[in-house]
């Protein structure tokens, strides 16, 4: 039997399944002369990356594969609790049994002991003793049969290393939405479900909690040791509850393993040791470097993160030590780097930035640096060069997204005018006019008046500047259009009534225009006279164009240009399907509960009915299903929400909003259950229970799915719901 000495693992390992893979191919020795003294492609291979990235278990997972490679099999050193350097050598002569004798170096003891040894040597958390790396690059030299597995949140950069970067847990794609059955794929959301279930035998992923799950594991980045701290609050918490409190992720996660080293106690510990272990201008680079939401390029970092007076080369060298040390990621993009700081991490930092009191001066340079690269794009994208700006604006959507929420939160009108403006190109290309507009209206609103959207991020209550904005612009706009209900149009302060628009072709030409991109006229008669012949489409669409053209006033709201017509986005308007679907966009995005109610509560506000529900052609009903379909959605997010935050009563009122649009909707009436339940009306819920039974078999001839069975059940049995 080879000796092997490791850690025993309590519970079971999860994901990097082709990284174990990796491992085993560059560290296995030559297979004609092992377990004789053969030779592995490298030597010493550090496992490289942030702290709770997993880097210690994967170390530990892969050395019994390994071991049968070896003669003298496999030895494992924890440097954890070791804080001084010139004691590394006396904790790894521990940790392999190799007896000091009085008269030489602990060092020298070591090679000899090591020289004819062939093992594998598995150091783990040499970060703590950095310093020491000479002795391993000695101690390899001694024992040409010896490897080295590492495990450390830099390189020890000695010759013969391989770095291997250790990445995150695997998440869904962002813009995918997985079957739950699938989601278990992926290592990060199978990892928060087992370790969940470590506290809750109960516990699964059922439709309701997925979007949720899905939502913490991205938050936190993928990263083990989050996900499993998150995991935990699963006692007290439902899966609802833990997302919305990510707002602030270091005060969520603190109930780690009293098992564990006292810096993987608490995910603040952990990130705090990495931060106290910089040099006072690495910590200055790294807080300032924080504000950047989306990631940033080396120009960004040189425009936000330089003191004054800095040379670029100083900077380069902090940034490289920080990259170095798994406080940044690099990855490459498109021919450039691109860095980017965990969210979890960057929370950190933003707190140490506010500790500083270098907050506002850092945003600032952070809004300055994307107005004037915006505004520099800007015209590349309309002059020629469109691929490169537009590529630009796609990396720092999110960048240019946080710069625009500061300036609203900080009274900057005329900075986030000029932002939005800016941006009004790039969205319009996206299909983002909603968005623009919103941005531009809330800015115009703020400007115009006293602000008033002060908000208590942290406090008890929210102001909803999504609202107040709305209401705003409503009133400042020339054209106020009103699409989601019967579909009407305000021209100031006139409705716009049959006899403005003489037809009703000229009302139903302005919504088509106002909802399409540029359209020729064969494509609008296509769509308002689908049966009309070459004469008649011509009479008609010349007539009907004159009388649209009038009602409202002035030629330039509908635009020829290129062999196509437009609605003119560019001149003030308010249109409701942009406000509604603005508010839902930004709720989806908001990592503040508060804010992201308000956002929905002000979304469903706007939305008093199906999309043109007056028109019976053909052209709206896609539209009318996808808008319907996000409302829906809109109301079952708000209910979870509320109900995340001991809102029953209000959480009830969307959720039977939902069964007014769709009433075989198991995910409302699940949430109706839930909140009768925490109201302390079981007796009412399994009423509900009921009632819904009786509904679906005699209308479908079916019944409830698992997860409303399940519910009802733990509902009989006073489970914890």
């Not at 049994?97 to 040597?121: I, N, P, S």
């Not at 309701?208 to 006692?235: F, M, Q, T």
């Not at 200055?284 to 470097?289: A, I, K, S, V």
């Not at 915006?374 to 015209?379: I, L, N, P, S, Y």
């Amino acid at each position: 039997m080879l000796p092997i000495q490791l850690p025993p693992s309590l519970n079971s390992f999860v994901g990097h399944e082709d990284d174990l893979a990796k491992i085993a191919r560059l560290l296995a020795p030559s297979s004609s002369v092992a377990p004789d003294g053969g030779h592995p492609a490298v030597r010493l291979l550090t496992l490289i990356g942030p702290g709770g990235i997993g880097k210690s278990r994967l170390a530990v997972e892969s050395a019994p594969n390994l071991a049968p490679k070896f003669r003298d099999g496999v030895r494992y050193v924890s440097l954890a609790t070791v804080d001084d350097p010139d004691l590394a050598a006396t904790a790894i002569a521990r940790g392999i049994g190799a007896d000091h004798t009085e008269g030489r170096t602990v060092g020298d003891h070591l090679g000899t002991f090591l020289q004819d040894k062939h093992l594998l040597l598995l150091l783990d958390d040499f970060d703590r003793v950095i310093s020491a790396a000479p002795l391993i690059a000695d101690l390899l030299a001694a024992a040409p049969l010896v490897t080295c597995l590492a495990t450390s949140r830099e390189p020890l950069r000695i010759p013969g290393e391989q770095e291997f970067p250790v990445p995150p847990l695997t998440l869904p794609d962002p813009h995918d939405r997985p079957l739950v059955d699938r989601l278990l794929d992926f290592s990060a959301i199978a990892l928060f479900v087992q370790r969940a279930q470590a506290f809750r035998p109960d516990f699964m992923l059922t439709d309701d909690s997925v979007p949720a799950a899905v939502h913490v594991c991205r938050g936190l980045d993928g990263l083990p040791l989050a996900i499993e701290l998150a995991a935990a609050r699963i006692k007290t918490m439902s899966v609802d509850q833990i997302a919305a409190h990510l707002v602030d992720p270091l005060d969520l996660l603190t109930q780690g393993s009293r098992t564990a080293p006292p810096r993987h106690r608490t995910l603040r510990a952990t990130i705090g040791w990495s931060y106290d272990h910089l040099a006072e201008t690495e910590r200055e680079l790294f807080r300032r470097l924080a504000v950047f939401a989306g990631g940033f390029t080396l120009a960004g970092a040189l425009a936000v993160g330089s003191c004054d007076g800095e040379a670029p080369s100083t900077l380069l060298d902090h940034l490289a030590v920080l990259v170095d040390k798994s406080m940044i990621m690099s990855e490459p993009s498109r021919g450039e780097v691109r860095y980017r700081i965990l969210e979890t991490s960057r929370h950190y930092a933003l707190s140490k930035l506010e500790e500083a009191g270098e907050t506002a001066a850092v945003q600032s340079r952070h809004l300055e640096f994307l107005l004037s690269r915006a505004e520099e794009a800007v015209k590349g994208l309309l002059s020629g060069d469109r691929e490169v700006n537009l590529t630009w604006f796609d990396n720092e959507r999110t960048n240019l997204v946080s710069a625009l929420t500061w300036c609203l939160a900080n009274s900057e009108p005329e900075a986030g005018r000029r932002l939005a403006k800016a941006l009004e190109p790039y969205w319009e290309l996206r299909g983002g006019a909603a968005e623009s507009s919103a941005w531009l209206n809330k800015f115009q609103a703020l400007n115009d008046g006293p602000s008033t959207h002060g908000r208590q991020i942290n406090g008890m209550s929210v102001i909803s500047d999504a609202r107040l904005a709305l209401t705003e612009a409503v009133t400042d706009a020339q054209l106020k259009i009103f699409a989601l209900g019967s579909g009407h149009v305000h021209l100031g302060d006139h409705v716009l009534t049959l006899a403005d628009w003489t037809y009703a072709k000229a009302r139903e030409m302005f919504f088509y225009l106002l909802c399409s991109r540029p359209q020729t006229k064969e494509q609008i008669g296509l769509a308002l006279w689908p049966d009309a012949s070459e004469a008649q489409l011509y009479n008609n669409f010349r007539v009907t164009l004159h009388h649209l053209r009038r009602a409202l006033g002035r030629q330039d709201w509908i635009i020829f240009e290129d062999g196509s017509y437009h609605f003119n986005r560019s001149l003030p308007r308010w249109v409701d399907v942009e406000a509604f679907e603005t508010h839902v966009i930004a709720a989806k995005k908001s990592l503040n509960a508060d804010q992201a109610i308000a956002d929905l509560e002000a979304a469903v506000g706007v939305y008093q009915g199906d999309f043109l529900e007056h028109l019976s052609s053909d052209w709206p009903m896609l539209r009318r299903e996808e808008l319907r379909r996000l409302h829906l959605e809109a109301l079952l997010l708000l209910g979870r929400l509320l109900f995340a935050g001991e809102r029953y009563a209000d959480a009830i009122e969307f959720y039977h909003r939902a069964l007014a649009q769709d009433n075989y909707l198991e995910k409302a009436h699940r949430g109706v259950m839930r909140c009768l339940a925490r109201m302390g009306e079981r007796n009412q819920g399994l009423r509900h229970f009921d009632a819904l039974v009786t509904l679906l078999n005699e209308e479908m001839g079916t019944i409830p799915a698992r997860e409303t069975i399940a519910l009802a059940e733990r509902l009989r049995h006073d489970d914890q719901i």
